[in-house]
């Protein structure tokens, strides 16, 4: 059973306006969640992460928002710009997670249209 | 340069091949990790290494093995190659004293098996 669910497949936004990508949970262990970005024939590249301890945490134009209760968290960007097309993937870490490994979802398509 | 490089990049071979994937980096990390992505699968962890002397498997481990040459290098050996074993191969990095466990990823090797 996947632990780490991200639900849409692929998401497009116009420029300039915001992307919210999505992700869901089950193991209430988790307790470090983290977002990739990855371009075709790239390897996954960081992109931010919050703390179990925190509610939001903020970079820039990227935004990740966490709800425990729920057991969800959301990446925001804003303002959406065509470079920020890409697959999206939340991952989660904690002892729900194997000691330190990442739980990976399946990846949101992200298309930014000019 | 890279911080995290894999060889090579593109590899086309047969069945029952015995195939060796290299990933070196020099970020200093004691962690190093072994992910495939199949379409619409997001990423699954193979094998993982806290350090040179701890060996670990992931959730995908039958079929492949590791050796963990040096706290730089980190191969995955398929000895037996399958046309399942078609997929991307990525390799990641991470360094326990940094209390969090965010990975760094190599660009990828594109593995075909015929």
């Known amino acids: 059973d996947q632990q780490v669910k991200q639900n849409s497949p692929s998401l497009s936004v116009q420029e300039g306006r915001i992307s919210i990508l999505n992700c869901d949970y089950t193991?209430?262990?988790?307790?470090?969640f983290l977002w990739y970005k990855k371009y075709p024939a790239e390897g996954p590249t960081f992109l931010i992460s919050?703390?179990?301890?925190?509610d939001k945490n903020e970079d820039g134009r990227f935004t990740v928002f966490l709800n425990k209760s729920a057991k969800h968290l959301s990446l925001h960007i804003v303002p959406s710009q065509p470079g920020d097309s890409a697959v999206y993937f939340c991952?989660?870490?904690?002892?729900?997670?194997?000691?330190?490994?990442?739980?990976f979802g399946k990846g949101t398509k992200l298309s930014v249209k000019p | 340069d890279a911080d995290v490089t894999q060889t090579p990049r593109n590899r086309i071979t047969k069945t029952g091949k015995r195939i060796m994937l290299e990933c070196s980096q020099t970020?200093?990390?004691?962690?190093m990790y072994w992910y495939r992505q199949d379409p619409g699968l997001g990423l699954r962890l193979i094998y993982y290494?806290?350090?040179?002397?701890?060996?670990n498997k992931g959730e995908i481990s039958d079929g492949y093995s590791v050796s963990r040459q040096a706290q730089a290098k980190f191969s995955l050996s398929l000895e037996s190659a399958i046309p399942n074993q078609t997929a991307l191969y990525f390799c990641?990095?991470?360094?326990?004293?940094?209390?969090?466990?965010?990975?760094?990823f190599g660009p990828g090797t594109r593995l075909t098996v015929l």
């Open positions: 990641a990095t991470s360094d326990r004293m940094q209390g969090k466990d965010t990975q760094y």
């Open positions: 193991n209430s262990m988790f307790d470090y």
């Open positions: 919050i703390s179990s301890i925190k």
């Open positions: 991952a989660a870490s904690g002892v729900g997670g194997s000691q330190g490994n990442l739980i």
């Open positions: 970020k200093g990390h004691d962690r």
């Open positions: 290494s806290f350090d040179v002397k701890d060996i």
